[in-house]
């Protein structure tokens, strides 16, 4: 057996995924990283919003939900409260998380709820239209921008460290092994850790964009993505067009749910 058939659901597949994009990559990484850390699959509760990434949960053979748009969050705090010993993972997309579900980020960020937090980012609402998402770059075409977007973008990296996350990296999947050892990282971070992955979308975003084939989306994100070790010693000249990828904000905080604990401890033991 491989060690993907045993973290697979395989009487779900074939998989609903548009020819050409990444989220097989990003979930074969996540299995791998899983492996690595050696968690077995009841000890996981996988939680997911809606849209193409999170699918992800219905091919995989853990505790999963398959919640409502935006609301992967405030599920998955539900189950860590009630379980503080499972390991939960939140498959979640651009918009999902930073517009719906922008509200449950920052303050499961804030609170350092331990969980890891996998934001597959393709720049765009793929599964409902194509419309432009917060992360969408401003000049880029969307069904809702014809004529291109004119707002800014959210740093989703810059978002989670701002509201507080105790993990933050970014990752593509064109770079698959070092995603393995990013989603590795989050995993063994007690906290909110985030994972942000860059994914390719041709279907919905890159035939809008002139980046009509998969291959070509991979080789810009091959071009394009530096690791942030370099990125950081480049001029500010040669940054332009650029996205660091690594590890952003590896730091200890006191988590939620024991936090949460001790303050049960001390109003239990001031009622005796």
Not at 56 to 61: A, E, F, R, S, V
Not at 98 to 114: Q, S, V
Not at 133 to 152: H, V
Not at 251 to 268: F, M, S, W
Request: glycine letters at 8%; one cysteine or more; proline letters at 7%.
């Amino acid at each position: 057996m491989s060690i993907y058939e045993k973290y697979m659901r395989i009487d779900k597949f074939p998989h609903i995924w548009c020819p050409g994009c990444g989220y097989g990559i990003a979930m074969k990484s996540v299995m791998r990283a899983i492996d690595r850390v050696g968690i077995k699959n009841d000890d996981i509760t996988m939680v997911s919003g809606i849209g193409c990434s999170s699918r992800t949960p219905g091919y995989l053979d853990f505790n999963t939900l398959h919640t409502t748009h935006g609301r992967a969050l405030p599920f998955a705090t539900g189950v860590k409260m009630a379980k503080p010993e499972m390991n939960i993972i939140v498959v979640t997309g651009d918009g999902d998380a930073t517009a719906i579900g922008g509200n449950h980020f920052i303050h499961a960020a804030r609170r350092n709820i331990d969980m890891t937090v996998l934001v597959y980012n393709n720049y765009i609402y793929g599964m409902t239209g194509g419309q432009y998402s917060p992360t969408t770059p401003q000049g880029k075409f969307a069904t809702t921008a014809p004529y291109g977007n004119i707002e800014p973008p959210f740093d989703v990296c810059n978002l989670a460290a701002a509201a507080g996350a105790s993990f933050v990296a970014r990752g593509t999947v064109y770079h698959a092994v070092p995603l393995d050892k990013l989603i590795e990282q989050a995993l063994r971070k007690k906290g909110f850790s985030v994972v942000e992955v860059l994914n390719p979308c041709p279907t919905s975003f890159g035939r809008r964009n002139k980046q009509p084939t998969p291959v070509i989306m991979m080789n810009w994100m091959k071009e394009n993505c530096i690791p942030k070790v370099k990125y950081d010693k480049m001029s500010d000249e040669e940054k332009v067009g650029k996205i660091p990828i690594g590890v952003f904000v590896d730091i200890e905080k006191p988590e939620y749910t024991e936090q949460y604990q001790l303050l049960i401890d001390r109003a239990q033991s001031l009622a005796k």
